[in-house]
């Protein structure tokens, strides 16, 4: 019997030393040195506005250096490209936006997919703004798609495919039905100069770029793809209260890991993440620039982004645009 005893015993531990060995070594010690972000945008963006922030807080916290690096291109599938085949042990971590969403079902040769990265936080989100030229005869939303019904008119935006893009496309042709012609410009900045010197009809970004010229009376917003109003401008009524309820686009700004990275290393993360977004500093920072912040557990973030690929499915594919 005390033979028996100790082979049972002899079993049970090596079940338990199994157990143990199977959990990474990098999840036991995490972080051990620098972590890398790489930025889906260029530099100025407001995903590497939001990156620099959160990775120069996420530094303090864990005593690690953040590196920022930004990886910009196809719209972000570059940087999300090289994130979704690096190591998956928590040290190189993508920072994008909404795009990654919205690529899934508009870029089908990426090379990539969404199961190849892991959400790890979704931190902040900001809504799509529509403004024109202070000029424009249009006097609110409502006058100007009166207006638009009778003529074609121009509108801007960061680029092609761009989640402001895709929203306005929906907007125009779903919602408001007119017809309205796309300027697409290399970014948010020499699309909002296009605007103030009057050169296209209106201008449709998201909010933190064109958050200086509304309040400076360079542009005028005329409607935010929101909910509610956002404290940043807070004179800009939302679509709804012009008439078009239940239209809501913007960006978001996230961050994700490669696929496999284990468990403890994505929750630890996502702590150490939500814990920075409820620093009075980084809030008043993000709010003063239109951002909306945002703080979910994994499981709650997981589930966001899957609703966000659906959401942006949808509105791509009743437009029928593809980057392709």
């Known amino acids: 019997m005390t033979a028996i005893r100790i082979k049972r015993a002899a079993i049970v531990l090596a079940a338990i030393a199994a157990m143990t060995l199977t959990q990474p070594a990098?999840?036991?010690?995490?972080?051990?040195?620098?972590?890398?972000?790489?930025?889906?945008?260029?530099?100025?963006?407001?995903?590497?506005?939001?990156?620099?922030?959160?990775?120069?807080k996420l530094s303090e916290r864990l005593r690690q250096?953040?590196?920022?690096?930004?990886?910009?291109?196809a719209g972000g599938n570059i940087a999300a490209k090289l994130v979704a085949g690096a190591a998956p042990d928590g040290y190189t971590i993508l920072?994008?936006?909404?795009?990654?969403?919205?690529?899934?079902?508009?870029?089908?040769?990426?090379?990539?997919?969404?199961?190849d990265l892991r959400p790890v936080a979704i931190v902040a989100m900001s809504p799509d703004v529509l403004a024109i030229n202070?000029?424009?005869?249009?006097?609110?939303?409502?006058?100007?798609?009166?207006?638009?019904?009778?003529?074609?008119?121009?509108?801007?935006?960061?680029?092609?495919?761009t989640g402001p893009h895709i929203g306005a496309e929906y907007f125009f042709r779903e919602v408001a039905k007119v017809k309205a012609v796309h300027v697409p410009f290399t970014g948010g900045a020499p699309a909002v100069q296009s605007a103030i010197g009057n050169h296209i009809d209106a201008l449709v970004l998201t909010l933190p770029t064109v958050v200086p010229?509304?309040?400076q009376g360079l542009l005028r917003g005329i409607g935010l793809a929101s909910p509610t109003r956002n404290s940043a401008v807070p004179n800009v009524p939302t679509y709804g209260e012009m008439g078009y309820p239940n239209v809501y686009s913007g960006s978001w700004v996230g961050f994700f890991a490669p696929a496999k990275t284990p468990d403890a290393v994505v929750v630890k993360l996502n702590g150490e993440i939500n814990q920075i977004m409820k620093d009075p500093a980084v809030l008043e920072k993000l709010k003063s620039i239109g951002f909306d912040p945002i703080v979910k557990t994994e499981p709650e973030v997981a589930a966001y982004f899957k609703d966000q690929v659906a959401t942006w499915a949808k509105m791509i594919n009743a437009i029928g645009f593809s980057a392709n």
Do not use: M
């Open 134 to 161: 202070p000029k424009n005869p249009a006097k609110d939303l409502k006058e100007f798609i009166a207006n638009g019904k009778e003529k074609s008119f121009t509108y801007g935006s960061a680029g092609v495919g």
């Open 95 to 115: 920072a994008t936006t909404t795009g990654l969403a919205a690529n899934e079902t508009a870029s089908k040769n990426k090379g990539f997919s969404v199961n």
């Open 213 to 215: 010229p509304i309040n």
């Open 26 to 56: 990098a999840a036991q010690t995490y972080p051990s040195q620098n972590i890398n972000f790489l930025v889906a945008f260029p530099a100025g963006g407001i995903a590497d506005v939001v990156a620099r922030l959160i990775g120069l």
């Open 65 to 73: 250096t953040v590196v920022v690096e930004n990886r910009g291109g």
